[in-house]
């Protein structure tokens, strides 16, 4: 089973600052890393899929990057709806697993 | 527009059976590119795939739950439902429906959740 862990736990930054969350393979997963972003009470919601393709309807500051073992969520100016909290998740090997989560907060 | 909707969430005693749907509307679930999942998420934690299965009935299923979980198919009322078996305190979750692109994907609609509590 591939683990994915997630860094940092908890990141706190202000509206308008970059984010840059990380999520690292226990194995090369090729590009086949998703990110979602929940917020509480809600179900996940897609937010990219395959490192670096944003789904459809996510704005253009979401930006995925990375391959094999190492990827990264950029944000890259934070609005204040984008406070959340962001699991990766991949589908390259059996079965599929998510990490643990990193919770984005208003600082 | 694509909507999931799971059935009400209610409290299951340990040792019995968890039983859920999932209506889908807005699509068809006949389509043979759409794969239709579960995921589950306790309280205050992370997300966990159950399992997920095709128009045409295959299922794949997470190997830690394969023993306790059978996933079905129903295309003429259009829904998918999820039955686990032999519940504890440890299945106490959110479940989730989500749909899809292929038998290993990433889920790009997701259904509200329903919280099934295990309480005796």
């Known amino acids: 089973e591939v683990v994915l862990t997630q860094s940092p736990a908890t990141l706190s930054l202000s509206p308008g600052e970059r984010a840059t969350l990380s999520c690292r393979a226990s194995q090369s997963v090729s590009d086949y890393l998703a990110w979602y972003q929940q917020k ?5 919601r897609l937010l990219i899929y395959d490192a670096s393709s944003r789904a459809t309807g996510i704005p253009a500051r979401f930006r995925g990057s990375g391959s094999a073992t190492d990827f990264t969520l950029t944000i890259t100016s934070l609005e204040p709806e984008d406070f959340a909290v962001y699991y990766c998740q991949q589908r ?11 919770r984005l907060e208003i600082k | 527009q694509l909507r999931l909707q799971e059935s009400r969430p209610g409290l299951v005693k340990p040792s019995e059976t968890l039983s859920l749907t999932c209506a889908v509307s807005g699509a068809s679930i006949t389509r043979s590119t759409y794969y ?3 995921m589950r998420q306790p309280p205050g934690k992370g997300l ?3 399992g997920t299965i095709s128009y045409s009935g295959t299922a794949y299923y997470s190997p830690s739950l394969k023993s306790r979980v059978t996933i079905s198919v129903d295309t003429s009322k259009t829904q ?6 032999a519940v504890t305190a440890a299945d106490t979750a959110v479940y989730y429906c989500a749909r899809g692109v292929n038998k290993y994907s990433w889920f790009d609609s997701w ?9 005796s």
């Open chain 2, 36 to 38: 239709w999942a579960w």
């Open chain 2, 80 to 85: 998918f439902s999820l039955k686990l078996s």
């Open chain 2, 48 to 50: 966990e795939w159950i």
């Open chain 1, 92 to 102: 390259a090997n059996w079965p599929i697993t998510f990490g643990q989560g990193t």
């Open chain 1, 40 to 44: 509480p009470g809600q179900a996940p």
């Open chain 2, 111 to 119: 259904g509200q959740g329903a919280l099934l509590t295990v309480s």
